[in-house]
């Protein structure tokens, strides 16, 4: 994995960018995307404390708009 130019081990490193937010306890959901060329991305959507409903508002309005899929959905597009 290369970040900033800078080349770190996968296992060790995979949590970088998501597990502060576990860690402080934030409700936090990934909704699915594809990128044109078909490559996946994960978006985060991450809510004040004890606001689930909002993450959770956020992805299905995502999905409900064609931004986010499944990759079932994806492949099938």
Do not use: F, H, Y
């Amino acid at each position: 994995m290369k970040i900033n130019d800078v080349e770190l081990p996968v296992r060790p490193n995979i949590g970088l960018l998501t597990q502060p937010i576990s860690l402080i306890g934030l409700p936090v959901v990934v909704a699915p995307m594809w990128t044109r060329g078909g490559l996946p991305l994960g978006v985060q959507l991450i809510a004040p404390p004890w606001r689930e409903d909002i993450c959770l508002r956020a992805a299905w309005a995502l999905e409900q708009a064609g931004i986010a899929r499944s990759p079932v959905a994806a492949s099938a597009a």
